[in-house]
């Protein structure tokens, strides 16, 4: 069965610092890989998606994402943050469970505060 | 606007009594799932739909119903509410693709509080 953990519940950096979300997945076969982000009282918005090709990728808002096989790894990384970024973060994998693989499973997602 | 909307936002009830909480999409996807999200779990699918008349079990189906008489509208039904059904709900669609290619989107959510 996929699953997907995110090993920090909370993540601290200073503004105009790099931050990193960490995120490792197991699946079998290709994972789809994506990272969505929820402010506060609002729904999950979609940042970026990995499915293939470049390791890198690029997504909303200057975020970005690298994927590691070797590591099974996706982690979302920013060059420097804002304080606009703070915000719970969710690391997700295609699910092929029963539907084509629509379905995503969630990790257990991790806030990130960005300190002025 | 392309958007998924749920009503009611806010919701405070009592154990047992049925209440259904709407999700209606505008992008003419056919795929549309209910998530709930519990502090440490992230989210986990309640029920989906591959499109107008196919529903089927997610992860934390029990006391939980759905229907898709219609593409664009997706209810989710609780018929005898309890206190552990007390979460976040999130209602999300996305076209379908083989392989998931696209991703999903999301309503603003239903704060639903079972007393």
């Known amino acids: 069965a996929q699953s997907v953990a995110q090993p920090e519940d909370q993540v601290n950096v200073a503004e105009g610092n790099p931050l990193t979300v960490k995120c490792t997945y197991s699946v079998s076969g290709n994972p789809y890989l994506f990272w969505y982000v929820q402010y506060p009282n609002r729904g999950l918005q979609f940042l970026l998606k990995?499915?293939?090709?470049?390791?890198l990728v690029k997504g909303s808002y200057g975020f970005e994402a690298e994927f590691n096989k070797s590591q099974t790894s996706f982690h979302l990384k920013k060059p420097s943050a804002l304080v606009s970024d703070s915000a719970l973060y969710f690391c997700?994998?295609?699910?092929?469970?029963?539907?084509?693989?629509?379905?995503?499973?969630f990790g257990g997602g991790t806030r990130l505060m960005v300190k002025p | 606007e392309a958007q998924v909307t749920q009503n009611p936002r806010y919701l405070i009830t009592v154990t047992g009594k049925k209440l259904t909480v709407t999700c209606s999409q505008n992008m003419n996807h056919e795929y549309m799932s209910w998530y709930r999200q519990d502090p440490g779990l992230g989210l986990r699918q309640i029920y989906y739909s591959m499109n107008v008349e196919v529903t089927d079990k997610g992860d934390v189906p029990e006391g939980y119903k759905v229907s898709r008489k219609e593409k664009r509208n997706f209810p989710l039904i609780l018929e005898s509410p309890s206190p552990n059904q007390t979460s976040l709900y999130f209602c999300a669609s996305k076209s379908s693709s083989s392989g998931g290619l696209y991703e999903q989107y999301f309503g603003p959510g239903t704060r639903l509080t079972v007393t």
């Open positions: 997700a994998v295609r699910d092929m469970r029963g539907n084509a693989g629509n379905m995503l499973t």
């Open positions: 990995y499915i293939t090709g470049d390791n």
